[in-house]
T-cell receptor
Framework: DAKTTQPPSMDCAEGRAANLPCNHS???????VYWYRQIHSQGPQYIIH???NNETNEMASLIITEDRKSSTLILPHATLRDTAVYYC???????????????FGKGTKLSVIP | GAVVSQHPSRVICKSGTSVKIECRSL??????MFWYRQFPKKSLMLMAT?????????EQGVEKDKFLINHASLTLSTLTVTSAHPEDSSFYIC??????????FGPGTRLTVL
């Protein structure tokens, strides 16, 4: 799976949009971009994923550049409960058990400030 | 939907004893489950991939005789830490794959070996 690069930490004011960047310049055509977050002492929580189109759900929006070499996770109105470590992961589309593996990097620690 | 549970959430045991951790997918069937370990201030590290009805696949450096994994049904996988020692103290997290290819995580089990 391709590697990703994320800033180690970011701050965001409560109520403002949080924009978390991720670089995945070596991504392959059959690799998805997944975003998870981990709140302290909990298991990771799935947020969103995409292949090449922008995606939106009730939690966030995912913007993937046309060349697919980078993406941005957007939390439209950050709250204190969004303080967590956010992981951007690229992963090959499933075709067998091994291809479902997720490799976690260090992620971005997002701190939402009152 | 897509809920994964773990039991227990926290366990303290004496050195030399064995500890079993259960991972259940509550509202979906998971042919593949994964076990991760996370040390303080570190990212998740994959320990093994568990397929229903077959032997688990362990990552390099993970002792299969120490970390016994059983995946007896499509909704249950267990991890047994045998002859636990203080260095096995960690946060153990399981995950399960839905048919949609998305991986969902349990809340984690904090193991402390005295």
């Amino acid at each position: 799976d391709a590697k990703t690069t994320q800033p180690p930490s970011m701050d965001c004011a409560e109520g403002r949009a949080a924009n978390l960047p991720c670089n995945h310049s070596t991504i392959s055509g059959n690799e998805y971009v997944y975003w998870y977050r981990q709140i302290h002492s909990q298991g990771p929580q799935y947020i969103i994923h995409g292949l090449k189109n922008n995606e939106t759900n009730e939690m966030a929006s995912l913007i993937i550049t046309e060349d697919r070499k980078s993406s941005t996770l957007i939390l439209p109105h950050a709250t204190l409960r969004d303080t967590a470590v956010y992981y951007c992961i690229v992963r090959v589309a499933g075709s067998g058990a091994g291809s479902y593996q997720l490799t976690f990097g260090k992620g971005t620690k997002l701190s939402v400030i009152p | 939907g897509a809920v994964v549970s773990q039991h227990p959430s926290r366990v303290i045991c004496k050195s030399g004893t064995s500890v079993k951790i259960e991972c259940r997918s509550l509202d979906f069937q998971a042919t593949t489950m994964f076990w991760y370990r996370q040390f303080p201030k570190k990212s998740l590290m994959l320990m093994a991939t568990s397929n229903e009805g077959s032997k688990a696949t362990y990552e390099q450096g993970v002792e299969k005789d120490k970390f016994l994994i059983n995946h007896a049904s499509l909704t249950l996988s267990t991890l047994t830490v045998t002859s636990a020692h203080p260095e096995d103290s960690s946060f153990y997290i399981c995950s399960a794959n839905m048919a949609t290819d998305t991986q969902y995580f349990g809340p984690g089990t904090r193991l402390t070996v005295l």
